[in-house]
């Protein structure tokens, strides 16, 4: 690449940072996969300390002169003004918020995350309530200092996970989805409480299972020279120095063939997103996520297109079959894909399926966009989840542990993540849509387990782009339209329909 000298320092600059990060993940990946429970005081400490580091090397005057005179040199529209103009987004995020009130946010969550576990375990709302409303104020504060013109508090929030998103956006585009949603449960619901599905749950010998999925995650293109599968607690991705590094983890049951699988495909798509960034530009926004939507577009696109599909089980039910003839040995391919797509309204969101599981994400995006606009007193939370859980999927949950302490987001005051799981939903219907244009065979290679075609597509139309176009411009390109929820309906529509008529 030649680059202005101006950019060339910039880009020295921004990689710096990016290589002491690597670090931190690296820290944060031993700390979920082996670290023993004795390390952990120590490790917060070197965390900390490493956080620091990174903070002050944002900070630092010859930065910001970098920044400037990489302004000053580019201009239009190239890869190199883009470059210049995401680090200048990701420079003021950090700068714009006063230390004091970062320290503060610190010590309130960390606080804020004790008391749910214990709120959590006794189920008792009123302990984490007043810790939720603490953190609501100090992410107003944050939310002030970070906003742009035009955006409300929530964007300003929702711009860490979802760069230039807007909740009007999303707001809308949840509108548009959850009738049909709403519907598509109360139709394939009674259906699926009569489909077969004892076999998922027979004894998988774990080992077993760790062979198959290893095979699919090869089968799917995952590097295995630069990847690594392991196990912890919360399955999870995580690019220690992206593209030539990039790990995801999984959790295996041995009374349940889907979860782990199932797990480790939604893993391997944020894998296969990092893997295939450009290796030339490693440690800048080249060659790094433009937001969480994307991101989670590429492992929902990989977990239920392809993961859920008749077409991929054609091919991989026989393997499966071969691996585990005691297990399934009675079950025909049919009923394997029903039982693997049932449709079940249930109080928690991490064992959703794939319509009721946007439910739930809509459900916790209003609250908390009501709570931080403050519309909604936090008093009021368990009452209200509870009346739109019983209005979205016809259910009451009987506990705050079933109900609104359920998720761990808001103790970390992470408002404005939830959209980025409904967007994922929604980018990966668009992309699909356009991959299939795109790639008329597309259904017969899935079948004869060929990946590669729509690997490369996806490389070329959305990894390489990086974080120099912004999801909104990616969505665009792809699709050739705005955003839009169509996509996502149609093809919920069109599959169930198929599985189940
Ligand atoms: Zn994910």
Redo the contacts with the bound molecule.
Sequence with gaps: MSEQPAVTTLVDEIRRISYLESALDLLGWDQETAMPRGGAKTRARARGELTEIVHSAWQAPSFSDALRAAEDVVDGDGRSARLVREVRRRYDRRVRVPSSLAEETAIATSEAQTAWIEARSKNAFSQFAPHLERLLKLRRRTAEALRYEGESLYDALMDKYEPYGRAAKVRELGEQVKPTLIELVGKYAPICREVRRDFLSRPFPVEQQQAFGEQVLRDLGYDLERGLIAVSAHP??SGISSPSDVRVTTRYTENDVKSALSGLI??C??ALYEQGFDPEWEGTPVAQAIS?GI??SQ??LWENQIGTSPEFWSHYFPKLVDQFPDQLGDVELDEFVRAFNIVEPSLIRVEADEVTYNLHVLLRFELEQDLLEERLPVADLPTVWNQKMEEYLGLRPDSDATGCLQDIHWSMGAFGYFPT?FL?NVYSAQFYTAARAALPDLDQQISRGEFQPLRNWLRTEIHELGSVYSATEISERVSGTDLHADALLTYLKSKFETLYS
Aim: hydrophobic letters at 15%; aromatic letters at 16%; one cysteine or more.
């Design positions: 999870f991705c939604h893993e798509g944020h969480m991101h989670e492992s929902r799981y994922g």
